[in-house]
C-alpha cells in the first residue's frame, strides 16, 4: 500500500508488503488456473476487433488501463502500466502520494519482459491445455494475474530506496562504477529468498486446496493448481526481476 507520509518504508515494511503482495498474486494464479488455455485469447487473427489490431487480452489490458488511468490508478507510483503509449491522464483529485522513491524511479518500467514471460512462460505452466469459450473472462483473470505480478516486480523500486538509505556508503560507490554486478550480490539475501519461495509454495497449498465441513477431509481433495508453479514463478521470474528493478532504480539513484 501506497505511503501518504515521508519516510514510513523501512526494510521490515516493504517485505511485509511484498509477503501481503504474495496472497494476490497466489489468488490471481487459482482465478487464471479456472480456465484453460483458451488460445484465441491470445491470438491476433482470432480476434478481429473493429478499429484494433491486436489480441483478445490486449484488448482488455489496453482498454482497462485506459479507463484505470483516467480513474487515477498510475498517480500511484507502485502501479506501472503495461501499455504506457498514449494513456490518458488521470480525471480525478490528486491524493498525496509519498515522494519517497528518487524521481529517476519513473523511467523503470520493465513490463515488456513481465508480459513475455507471462504468456510464454507462466501460463504453459498454470493453464491446462483446452477450449470452454471464455475468453473475455480468461483475459480478465490475465489482467489482474498482470498487475499483482507487474505491482510485485516494480516494488523493487522501494525495496532498493530503502537499502540505499540504510546503507549509502555501500551502494554509492558501486553506482557511481556502474557496477551491477557488485549492486545485485549487495543487494541479494540468498536466506530471504528461499525463505520467500517456500512460504509461496506453502501458502499456494494452503490457498489451493478444498476446503469442506469435515476438517478431516481439509487438504485432502485436488489442489485448485499446482502449487509449485507458484513457486517456480517467485524462484525463475519474480525474483530476479524484482532484482532487475533494484539495480536499474540503485543505478538511477545518484544522478
Ligand atoms: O527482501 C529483500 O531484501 C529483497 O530485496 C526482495 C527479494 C525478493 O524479491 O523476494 C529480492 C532480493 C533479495 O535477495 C531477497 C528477496
Given at each position: 500500500m501506497?505511503?501518504?507520509?515521508?519516510?514510513?518504508?523501512?526494510?521490515?515494511?516493504?517485505?511485509?508488503?511484498?509477503?501481503?503482495?504474495?496472497?494476490?498474486?497466489?489468488?490471481?494464479?487459482?482465478?487464471?488456473?479456472?480456465?484453460?488455455?483458451?488460445s484465441?485469447?491470445?491470438?491476433?487473427?482470432?480476434?478481429?476487433?473493429p478499429?484494433?489490431?491486436?489480441?483478445?487480452v490486449e484488448?482488455?489490458?489496453?482498454?482497462?488501463?485506459?479507463?484505470?488511468a483516467?480513474?487515477?490508478?498510475?498517480?500511484?507510483?507502485?502501479?506501472?502500466?503495461?501499455?504506457?503509449?498514449?494513456?490518458?491522464p488521470?480525471?480525478?483529485?490528486?491524493?498525496?502520494?509519498?515522494?519517497?522513491?528518487?524521481?529517476?524511479?519513473?523511467?523503470i518500467?520493465?513490463?515488456?519482459?513481465?508480459?513475455?514471460?507471462?504468456?510464454?512462460?507462466?501460463?504453459?505452466?498454470?493453464?491446462?491445455?483446452?477450449?470452454?469459450?471464455n475468453?473475455?473472462?480468461?483475459?480478465?483473470?490475465?489482467l489482474?494475474?498482470l498487475?499483482?505480478?507487474?505491482?510485485?516486480?516494480?516494488?523493487?523500486?522501494?525495496?532498493?530506496?530503502?537499502?540505499?538509505?540504510?546503507?549509502?556508503?555501500?551502494?554509492?560507490?558501486?553506482?557511481?562504477?556502474k557496477?551491477?554486478?557488485g549492486?545485485?550480490?549487495?543487494l541479494?539475501?540468498?536466506?530471504?529468498?528461499e525463505?520467500?519461495?517456500?512460504?509461496?509454495e506453502?501458502?499456494?497449498?494452503?490457498?489451493?486446496?478444498e476446503?469442506?465441513?469435515?476438517?478431516d477431509n481439509?487438504?485432502k481433495?485436488?489442489?485448485?493448481?499446482?502449487?509449485?508453479?507458484?513457486?517456480?514463478?517467485?524462484?525463475?521470474w519474480?525474483?530476479p526481476?524484482?532484482?532487475?528493478?533494484?539495480?536499474?532504480?540503485?543505478?538511477?539513484?545518484?544522478d
Amino acid at each position: 500500500m501506497a505511503k501518504a507520509e515521508e519516510n514510513v518504508y523501512t526494510l521490515a515494511s516493504v517485505r511485509e508488503d511484498l509477503i501481503r503482495q504474495e496472497d494476490t498474486i497466489i489468488y490471481g494464479l487459482i482465478e487464471r488456473a479456472k480456465f484453460p488455455s483458451n488460445s484465441h485469447t491470445y491470438d491476433e487473427k482470432y480476434a478481429q476487433i473493429p478499429g484494433f489490431s491486436g489480441s483478445l487480452v490486449e484488448f482488455v489490458v489496453k482498454n482497462t488501463e485506459d479507463v484505470q488511468a483516467k480513474a487515477g490508478r498510475y498517480t500511484n507510483p507502485e502501479e506501472n502500466p503495461f501499455f504506457p503509449e498514449n494513456l490518458p491522464p488521470t480525471s480525478v483529485p490528486s491524493y498525496p502520494f509519498s515522494q519517497f522513491l528518487h524521481p529517476g524511479a519513473a523511467s523503470i518500467n520493465i513490463n515488456k519482459s513481465v508480459w513475455k514471460m507471462y504468456l510464454r512462460d507462466l501460463l504453459p505452466l498454470l493453464a491446462t491445455s483446452g477450449d470452454d469459450g471464455n475468453y473475455a473472462q480468461t483475459a480478465a483473470a490475465d489482467l489482474s494475474l498482470l498487475q499483482a505480478i507487474s505491482r510485485r516486480i516494480h516494488y523493487g523500486k522501494f525495496v532498493a530506496e530503502v537499502k540505499f538509505r540504510d546503507a549509502p556508503q555501500d551502494y554509492e560507490p558501486l553506482i557511481r562504477a556502474k557496477d551491477r554486478e557488485g549492486l545485485m550480490k549487495l543487494l541479494t539475501f540468498a536466506s530471504v529468498e528461499e525463505t520467500v519461495r517456500k512460504r509461496v509454495e506453502k501458502k499456494a497449498t494452503v490457498f489451493g486446496q478444498e476446503v469442506g465441513l469435515d476438517s478431516d477431509n481439509d487438504g485432502k481433495g485436488k489442489s485448485k493448481f499446482d502449487p509449485t508453479v507458484a513457486s517456480r514463478l517467485y524462484k525463475n521470474w519474480v525474483i530476479p526481476l524484482t532484482k532487475e528493478v533494484q539495480v536499474e532504480y540503485l543505478l538511477r539513484r545518484v544522478d
